[in-house]
Structures are given as C-alpha cells and as structure tokens.
C-alpha cells in the first residue's frame, strides 16, 4: 500500500520531472536529489527523507511527456517512488521499462493527495475512497524487463542462460 | 501486398519476430552526443564490451556546449567534464567523434543530414527524442534512453513494438510568411499532444512535396511534440538533389543505385493507414504558443484562450494554470504580448534557410531596446555558410548576439537561459514550464515571426512585414 504523496495534471514533462541544467548527472545515485527540483517544497521533502519509499505519485495522461532524458526515472526510481498516470508518454514508459521503475497505467485513476492506494496488477484499490480501477498491464515482454531490473541486467540473464543451456 | 513508407523500411529491419511479441530491430545509424551517453559507455566498459558497429555510430556534442567564443578556455567545468568524456569513449571505441575542433560540429540532428549520414530506407536512433527530425528523408528515425543508447552500442539492434501508422495530408499553398513551424504547431494544436501516441506519422500533399528539405526536417522534428513514435516524409527529386554530393551520401554509380533504391520506398498507392487526416493550410496564418504545452497554440491574429470559454471543468483548470505560468491574461489580443528575450536557434529552426528568412526581416532594423536576442546556429557548416553570406553582420548590426552552434537555450543546460519571468520568443520546440530556466515564459514561433518580434518587442503578424 501506498500514500499518495504528489498529484500531477496531464502533460507532465521530463523537463519538470527532472530540470535540464541538472542533466549533466546521470549516475542514478546522483540524480534522486534533482527530483521535480523547481517544486522546492516537494523536493526538500524528498531529499530530505520525508517521503516514504513505496509512496505513489498519481498523474493524468501523458505523463513524461518530452525529452528523453533518462534520469527523468532514475529519479524517480532512486526514492522508491510508483507513478500511477491515466497515460504515459512512450519514451518516458521505455525508461522507466528499462531501469525497472514501476509505472502503473490506470486509465480511470481518481485519488486525492494522502488517498491511500493498493496497487495490484490488475487494478488499484482506492482505500480511502473504497473505489477500484482497473489497470492497463504491461506487455508481457515489458513486465519481464521491470521485473529483471531493467534492459541491461535482463539482457545479461538471458544471454548468460542462453550459453549455458 | 501494398505497404506503406514505414511498413516497408521496418520489414526490411526486423532480425526477429516471434508471434505476439516486440520484433527486434536492426539500426543502420546510431547518432551520439555528450549528454545521453556517458553512461551507456560505462556500461560497456564495466561489461567489458566492444561497440558492435563503430562504423555506423556517429557522435558530437551539441547540448552541453558553450556557444562563446571557442578560441576561450571552456569556463564551465561540467561542460567541460562531458566534452572530455565523449572525446575519451569515441577514442576508446574508435567511434566517428565530430568534436568542438572539427569543424562540422553542430546539433547532432542539423549535422547528421548535412553530412549525408541520413538517408531515405535507414533505421537512425539516438539518445535524444528530436531524433524524428530524420525522418524527413524517408528514414524511421526515433529517440531512445541511455539504457537503450547502450543496447544498440552493444547489439546494434533494439526491441521494438511495431506502432500504427497515421497519415497527415498537407493541402494548399502557405502564404509568404507563413513557414513550415506554423504548419507542424497547427498540426499539434489539431491533434493534441498525444494525439499520435501509438503511431509512426507520414507528412503527404502537395503541401510537403514543394517543402525543401529543410522545411521538411522542421516538420519532422516536432512529430514527438504530438506523442509520435517517427514521423515521416517520403523521399523524392528534392531529398535525392539534396543528398548527392554530401561527404557521406554514395557516390558516382553507387549513388544512382541507391536513387533507383530509394525510389521503391514511397508508400504505395493502395497501402492502408491506421488513421488518416487531411488538414487545408492554405489560410494558415502565422502560429504562437500560448501556454505551457506545444499544443497550446494559437493565430498572430488570435486571442489568449479564456478559461470561461470552455464547458470542461479540468481544461478550464489546465488554461488557468498555464495562462498563470505565462503570465497572461485571458482574452488579451496575441499582439499585445510584450517579450524579453528572442532564441533564434536549435534543432528545429537553425538552418541556413531559418537563418536567411529571419536576416530578410531584420535587415535594417534594430532591435527592440527592451529586447535581448541571440541567433545560435545550428552547426559549423550553417555558421560558416551564413557568414560568406554576410548574415551574421546583418545580425550584429541589428544588436543580435551572433553565437557558435550548439543546442543552447532550447533546453537550458548550459548558461543560455531565460530568468524568472522573462518571456521569450523562440524557435525552438518545446514550451514546458522551465524548459528555458526556471520560471521561464517561452512562446514558440517560426524564424520570421521571431525575427519581427525582436524588432517590434512584441509578437506582429509577418504576413505585414515590409521586406522590401
């Protein structure tokens, strides 16, 4: 179960999710400290540890819309934190994909700030509400990327068991 | 069976496909800059892998740059952190490095066409989502994360879902003015900002067919801002005048091989699109952004939107929230929007033809006292060229800054930003809150209507525009 501890209209760009004068970090230990960092009250709460790790961030559609930067989920990622959108922009779902970042399409979704949501693979209980909605899953061959942790280290696996077979 | 441009450069691509899963994809060119890939290199060292096909891969640095003078000491340790970097890994992996020295550096996505590295049938990817600018010649070129970007460095291949395809028809003729931006903004406006979510687009009509390449690239570039995998034009006489002679493109024989090649590409006239739309642009006037998304545009001649003319409860929150952002009132007339700063500049508008168009207007003139405005162009090439041609003194003389190339203020990495609250008129292609610094107001427009705007201090019709 998890608080929702940030709520996001639609079109939310990589540009807000992850500003682009911090772009030259890219280690994933580096870039959770520039985590939505021109909302500074969301972003010092984060830093500073006040946010739970397993906390859900809930957006409308075309979340992640934008530039490809990567560290738009790293970021994420790096606070333990599950997007739950109505929609998500390709690029951003194919990080998030590859990093292993859990993104949650719920195209119904309606949950306020403090709501507390269980997300379940397919469908996520609004407890506070009582309302249920139902989700869009990965693709199989997706599901397989997030739960390897991610492209390289699902790539590596089936490569080393395809040798050694 | 009759196929369309798309459907006959991904079949021709895919290595494998196994029933009901993603086909994985062959890459024919993977483009590099300093940003997206240090990483990714780090990956193949730790891993202790070679790139796969040095020979296809092709980098240069582009975002991170400054675009001060380069006979200078770079100030910026970061920038200079990432240019070393990315010298370092192409030297390490015996990669094509276009670097700050050489002199076809530039925007990965100006120089890539430039050179002929770009071609009609080839599948091109690079860590950068205007990757689609490629596409203008018939190419199936998307943008791919770091993750990926190491992927097809290792394997040059990269699993793929196959996406629909969705064809734009383009009809009429623009008016004098009137240029490819406002056409491919109008588009976004009409479809949304996910509107091609899912799709690969094709660019048709007569419209696209009397575009130059140029135009073309403008058009192809922004097909990400409508949630587009690719967009897509169909190469013809224009793309193959284009390419013959570039360093890159094939030569004597070889290079009327490839034309007989290319031309088999065209979609066929019986091949069917997921999703068609015919839009007139015959009357389009001059496009500006309003709001805080790319879809957020409107007519010069147009009004700001008013929350109260709209019956949705959640659009009426988005206009106020944006129209709160750009600090604008609602209902005010486009023309009466004062600006700060105009960016003439990145992937999508720094061309040769860009930087001619906007040098006709200001030609003259002066910039607006109140008024800071730069023309970064898009690569060395474009900068020299536009020198022979006198552009930047032209430029100068108006009180433009005249700048190295580099992708500069459209992304705001390096110091070329906006402060809190300046507004600015940009050429540019995204219009996100703090995509240009933070608490930065960007209003995209074509070059023309940029150019005007630095002379008047505020946005006026070009179509009026005396250029003698």
Redesign the interface.
Known sequence: MGKVVYKL???I?T??IY???F??T??PSETPQFCFA?DAEFNRQLVSGQIERGSVIVA???FG??????QA?STLKGHGLIVVAR?F???FL??AV??GLPTVTCPDIEADLGDDLEVGPDSVLNRTTGKRFPVKPL?A?KQAVVDAG???PY??ERVVAERSA | MAKTLFEKIWDKHVVLQEPGQPALLYIDCHLVHEVTSPQAFEGLRLAGRKVRRSDLTYATVDHNVPTTDRSLPIVDQVSLQQINTLTQNCSDFGIQFFGLDNPSQGIVHVIGPEMGITQPGMTIVCGDSHTSTHGAFGALAFGIGTSEVEHVLATQCLVQAKPRTFRISLNGSLHPGVTAKDVILYIIRTIGTAGATGYVLEYAGEAIRKMSMEERMTICNMSIEGGARAGMIAPDDTTFDYLEGRSYSPTGKRFQEAVDYWQTLPTDPAAQFDRELTLEIGDLPPQVSWGTSPGMVTDVTGNIPNPEDSSDPVEQKTIQRALDYMGLRAGMPVGEIAIDRVFIGSCTNSRIEDLRAAAKVVQGRKVSSSVHAMVVPGSQPVKRLAESEGLDAIFREAGFEWRESGCSMCLAMNPDVLQPGERCASTSNRNFEGRQGKGGRTHLVGPEMAAAAAIEGRFVDIRNWDRD
């Open positions: 209209a639609e079109d760009s540009d807000i500003p682009g004068r772009m030259a890219v280690l021109d409308d559609e075309n819309s934008g530039s490809s930067r990567e989920a929609s922009a390709r690029i194919q990080n590859n990093l693709p061959t991610g492209l390289i790539v590596r």
